[in-house]
T-cell receptor, first 116, second 119 residues
């Protein structure tokens, strides 16, 4: 199993450009998440999905859009990149927590994005 | 108010010694879980250990143990016999059970503690 994979690993954008980050998981997880990690801030949730065709906003959703057309894929889009979106982006997935909240989240390797 | 607080931005420990990384949390939900993740310099997030709010015993996984003090709302990570490969950023995170109006889907992370193991 590949686990959670992210494409691309690195990207440099100019202000105003758009791009899509792809996350794929092969563990049949229902839940998928996008986080951003900034120095001294820990990880903050951007958007998440509880199943195919559903998405919802997290803590810091502004400037991002997401789609989950297939259960195994979760896409994060930046329509008009800004320097404030320079960050490391992590995708994660997990089983439905339900009452068993011990299910950990499995993380991808991250995408380092720089917006100039 | 912060839900997860890690008060130690950086910690140093000698190889083979034990080290405790602090984590305090804030929730009114009676059902919650606490997680520790390790992030080495290569960047990936590695799950280390989990403690549930109803677990009677402290969690252990190899050299990692969690010192869970529910009344004090603390969930400190203890690493025994530190190794050079333990040098990394460590994050404490919490998932709430959704019984107090919140959602049980998300992890809330602390800001992390950078551990350096000296030879």
């Amino acid at each position: 199993n590949a686990g959670v994979t992210q494409t691309p690993k690195f990207r440099v954008l100019k202000t105003g450009q758009s791009m899509t980050l792809l996350c794929a998981q092969d563990m049949n997880h229902e839940y998928m998440y996008w986080y951003r990690q900034d120095p001294g801030m820990g990880l903050r949730l951007i958007h998440y999905s509880v199943g195919e065709g559903t998405t919802a906003k997290g803590e810091v959703p502004d400037g991002y859009n997401v789609s989950r057309l297939k259960k195994q894929n979760f896409l994060l889009g930046l329509e008009s990149a800004a320097p404030s979106q320079t960050s490391v982006y992590f995708c994660a997935s997990s089983y439905y927590p339900g009452l068993a909240i011990h299910y950990e989240q499995y993380f991808g390797p991250g995408t380092r994005l720089t917006v100039t | 108010a912060q839900k997860i607080t890690q008060t130690q931005p950086g910690m140093f420990v000698q190889e083979k010694e034990a080290v405790t990384l602090d984590c305090t949390y804030d929730t009114s939900d009676p059902s919650y879980g606490l997680f520790w993740y390790k992030q080495p310099s290569s960047g990936e997030m590695i799950f280390l250990i989990y403690q549930g709010s109803y677990d009677q015993q402290n969690a252990t996984e190899g050299r990692y143990s969690l010192n869970f003090q529910k009344a004090r709302k603390s969930a400190n990570l203890v690493i025994s016999a530190s190794q050079l490969g333990d040098s990394a950023m460590y994050f404490c995170a919490m998932r709430e059970g959704g019984n107090s109006g919140g959602s049980n889907y998300k992890l809330t992370f602390g800001k992390g503690t950078l551990l350096t193991v000296n030879p």
